[in-house]
């Protein structure tokens, strides 16, 4: 029986967190969720969910067991386990760690004896043992691998996957000595299916930045060849579908507007930050973050080109955005291209709405909000522009619409199309 009240707290209960927190309290553990915003508290109490992999009803049936939210830091000293999943954003373009170290700051100062801590949150190779460790050691004057045990676990969850979910993806786990990834391979194993035991936190941390290094620079390349492609009069979405047909050697991605959320545009940025320490860029994070950056462009350029054939003026055009979120049935909009789509449409003094089943607003710089419109007539509108394939639009009769459809997504049978 272990001395802590609680077997797990969570520190940050957003899309990493909260799954975790709702997954161990269903496991029969018992959990204290922590996070400093008060209204995340507050609606998590009242058993309302902003994060879509968790219904209200499971967060209610969790909070009916053994799950409790408090936004006090002392929970901290009283859970056996202790899990890291605060945000790691760019700010003016570099690893913001501040939440990391704030996260750090509250768990030194409530450190006991025998606690266990596990970094999530993605970062650049060394976060734990550079930064985390000597904040935890220095706060609490408790030696890490002896008193308290430490180590790093990336999350690889995807919202709205329903195939892959938290609890069936495989989960790599490290420590910073074998006591420690003993233990925190034994607490993973204890709620997720698979666990794969990494030699080192460093190891651990770049396992997650391969993992979106890869799928941005492949995206890039896609991206890439759709612009060529068009350029050649070649089909690159029949390309794609046909060369996926090869059993071995080849994984497809597909074009789209760029690329969105707290992952792939973010994460490699990390790589590149830690290899300039040692004077060496990453060539391709570079090569893959140009080209990804310049799709919303690429989609206006098009979109003005299509109205030009049509003789439509973009000036003063009525513009309908469909789905304004980064990816498929998610809300989530950091980082969206959506966002660099409608400031260039709205700069061309375009008149963009915009409709999201899972999005009411969207900040499109600090000053301006667009609203969500509810879509009655799509022939109020010169231009139809789908940025994202929610499930729900596979609904729309597009082939009834009289207005001009671009595509940009490449998920919709529809006869009178333009796409990327
Ligand atoms: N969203 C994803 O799909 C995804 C997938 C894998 C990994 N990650 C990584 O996981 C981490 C968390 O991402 P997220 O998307 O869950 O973030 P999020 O913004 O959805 O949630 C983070 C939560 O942390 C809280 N928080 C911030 N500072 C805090 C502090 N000092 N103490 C307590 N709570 C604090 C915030 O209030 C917020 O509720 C990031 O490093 C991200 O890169 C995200």
């Known amino acids: 029986m272990s001395e802590f009240k609680y077997d797990l707290a969570v520190i940050g209960l957003g899309y990493v967190g909260l799954p975790l927190a709702v997954e161990a309290a269903s496991n029969t553990l018992k959990v204290a969720g922590y996070d400093t915003n008060d209204s995340v508290i507050s609606n998590l109490n009242n058993a309302v969910s902003h994060v879509e992999d968790v219904s209200d009803k499971a967060l209610s049936d969790a909070l009916s067991e053994e799950l409790s939210f408090t936004s006090d830091s002392n ?68 030696k890490a691998g002896e008193d308290f045990l430490l ?42 299916d698979e666990v794969i035991e990494v030699s080192g936190t460093r190891e651990a941390e770049m396992v997650k930045l ?85 799709m919303p462009n690429y989609v206006v350029s098009r979109v003005s080109e299509l109205m030009n054939k049509k003789e439509i ?41 915009f409709y999201d089943p899972f999005v009411e607003e969207l900040i499109v710089n600090k000053t301006s909000i667009l609203k969500e419109v509810n879509i009655k007539n799509f022939s109020n509108y010169d231009l139809i522009l789908i940025h994202t394939p929610h499930s729900d639009f596979q609904n729309i009769n597009f082939n009834e619409i009289t207005s001009l459809i671009f595509d940009s997504t490449g998920s919709f049978t529809i006869t009178n199309v333009e796409r990327i």
């Open 313 to 353: 003026l973009l000036k003063n055009s009525k513009i309908l955005i469909l789905g304004v979120a980064y990816k498929k049935d998610i809300s989530d909009t950091r980082e969206s291209p959506a966002i660099d789509i409608v400031q260039a449409l709205i700069e061309k003094s375009a008149d963009v709405s």
């Open 151 to 192: 180590g790093y676990s990336p999350e690889r969850i995807d919202p709205g996957n329903k195939e892959w979910t938290f609890k069936n993806t495989p989960k790599i786990v490290s420590g910073i000595n074998k006591k420690s990834l003993e233990k925190i391979s034994k607490f993973y194993k204890s709620i997720i």
């Open 210 to 294: 391969i993992e979106n290094t890869y799928r941005q620079v492949n995206i890039a390349m896609v991206n890439e060849l759709a612009i060529l492609s068009n350029m050649l009069d070649i089909d690159i979405w029949e390309v794609v579908e046909a060369a996926k047909t090869k059993p071995f050697g080849f994984q497809s991605f597909r074009p789209g507007p760029g690329v969105g959320g707290h992952c792939i545009p973010i994460d490699p940025k990390y790589l590149s930050f830690k290899t300039r320490q040692i004077g060496q860029p990453v060539r391709f994070v570079e090569l893959a973050q140009e080209i990804n950056n310049s």
């Open 75 to 142: 929970v901290l000293g009283d859970s056996e386990h202790i899990v890291i999943s605060v945000p790691t954003p760019l700010t003016d373009y570099q690893p913001d760690l501040s939440y990391v170290e704030a996260a750090s700051k509250s768990i030194g100062e409530n450190l006991k004896k025998g606690q266990i801590v596990i970094l999530e949150s993605t970062t650049y190779p060394g976060t734990t043992i550079e930064i985390v460790q000597p904040i935890l050691e220095n706060i609490s004057n408790l």
